[in-house]
């Protein structure tokens, strides 16, 4: 248990070292996202107070899609132990991967439940579909009880217990007939924003550690407005990049290839680019290319078009491009 | 020949092509620094035309050091084609390595020379050593010859042909007793500076695109100060992260694991972190960290000591803190 002010993170040291005696492991390479690389020398301590000699991973991590396979490979770490996420259906090249999601402990889900529900009934709420990030998917149920205690009906999807990753937001969309609107437990709009550009019911995000309380669907038209804007704009672009990420759960050769194929067919140009992190300051040297086609997170588009002063496109909107 | 402006680049693409056929490769991956990607496409272009598939390397690129050796067997090509160094006795994973270090042609190599010549001569030296980049390493007997015919000696390392790298400017001081200055040929401040932080001559810059001849002596007290400063910062530290490029030519993890134990030695902290690409981003999340040593490239603490925000010291550097 790790406190940080208010915020107390439970990393789960003793049942990562069980797991990491059950794999006979000794060197393991520690993976965490930027957020939580504040504690990675502390869980390092703790990890090797416990016999283990530890190495951290300081490359980027955006989720449980983005494992350091090939790092851990290069070091001759014997697992890696991938802290702040779930697992999401990825097969490592590495078998011995310990997924520990990293809970925050909260002290005052009640409060946040009397605000929530007081907020509901304010706007004529009376079902809500309960969904989470991995550091508080955990109190779904609490929360859910105490909400309905209020007179907030609450429900939690039973397959993936509410959890939404930036990429899969089904833990809201398999409620939608049920409920008068979304509500998302964490922090920050990423998520939040995920589940409204794919909801047609609201998406109110929680925010347990600043009790912030607020309806996010307004911003779905600014998003929509700028990804229509790049389509436009690359439907008049020649010479096309398409970029397939290499990280481990990114990875698509196969569909990077038939989107070359589906370009070059239209009498346009397209090249292949491969890299792992996909950024603007990445692509900026391509200065011959007049618009990128993402294949890889579908976040990656999404979330920087208005960084990268060229069109940037993902992969399930070159339809919309090509058929023009 | 790709003709940019002024400046006629020499990727030598059927001689490429030629050793690409004896490897029998077919797929190929391109990789060269950023300098070079607005010219990836026209390349990639010409390769094909000759019946290669050929995906390009979006990743960052700084020397011959860095091969995109991983990314190469991820995407499964046949042979990497390294634009814009040459090789630097590096092992590789992948054999299949061609290695073009992509010339520029000059058209003003008299004029350069008599501009030089004529500075050389206002400030009393008569014999100068000749070192270049990649790129101009080709024109320097030729450039000799000019300045000798102007009333210049001028020498040139035989092992290396002039040849200056980041981390290796033998080229300069092999020849330091027998001129009165090093002169460099190429853009930029980068090699100049390697040179002058270890020569007790004068080092000049002589960019034959820009035509500029500047002494870059005055900028060795600046990047000593800045060395020196952080130096003492890192003796105050009592937690240190060590971190390891995984660069192909960079890895260097026995010695990293070594620093580690030296620094625990003296009862300070001390955690590995691996990266692929370190830079003030990748390490701005380890707020535990109080100084960085970086194993690896010796430009990464030198050139960037001023943006870290914290003392990040050279391995090298290291013994200059633990017996203060």
């Known amino acids: 248990m790790i406190n940080e002010g208010s ?13 990491l005696r059950k794999l006979n492991a ?11 690389k504040p504690y990675a020398l502390s869980i390092a301590s703790e990890l090797e107070k416990r016999g283990f000699e530890v190495l951290i991973s300081g490359s980027s991590c955006y989720g449980a899609c983005d494992i ?7 070091v001759k770490a014997d697992a890696i132990v991938h802290f702040g996420h779930y697992p999401h259906g990825i097969i490592n090249t590495l078998t011995n991967v ?3 999601p990293v809970k925050i402990i909260l002290d005052n889900l009640d409060q946040l439940a009397e605000t929530l529900a007081s907020y509901l009934k304010g706007k004529g709420f009376k079902t809500v579909g309960l969904v989470a990030n991995a550091q508080h998917v955990h109190d779904l149920p609490k929360l859910s009880q105490i909400l309905q205690r209020l007179g907030i009906g609450a429900l939690i999807d039973a397959e993936t217990r509410g959890l939404i990753l930036g990429c899969d937001v089904s833990a809201a ?12 437990i964490g922090c920050g709009y990423f998520h939040p924003l995920g589940i409204a ?13 600043s009790m912030r309380i607020e309806e996010v669907t307004h911003l779905v038209k600014r998003v929509e407005h700028v990804k229509w804007s790049a389509i436009y704009k690359a439907r008049k672009a020649k010479v096309f990049g398409v970029i397939t990420s290499l990280k481990a759960g990114q990875f698509n050769l196969d569909l990077a290839l038939k989107a070359v194929n ?3 067919k239209r009498g346009l140009c397209a090249y292949l680019i491969t890299a792992d992190e996909i950024t603007w300051e990445r692509l900026a040297s391509f200065t011959e290319v007049e618009a990128f086609i993402v294949v890889g997170c579908p976040r990656i588009a999404l979330d920087n078009r208005e960084l990268f002063g060229k069109p940037i496109i993902d ?4 339809s919309a491009i090509l058929n023009a």
């Open 7 to 19: 915020v107390r993170y439970d990393f789960n040291i003793d049942c990562v070292a069980n797991q």
């Open 173 to 184: 969309l398999s409620l939608m007939e049920h409920v008068d609107c979304i509500v998302f």
């Open 98 to 100: 310990v997924f520990e």
């Open 262 to 264: 589906l370009i070059r």
């Open 26 to 36: 000794h060197r393991i390479l520690l993976q965490m996202p930027d957020g939580l």
């Open 315 to 318: 992969y399930s909107e070159l």
């Open 197 to 209: 550009l794919k909801a047609d019911k609201p998406v109110i995000l929680a925010d347990p550690l």
């Open 68 to 74: 350091a396979d090939v790092e851990a490979q290069k």
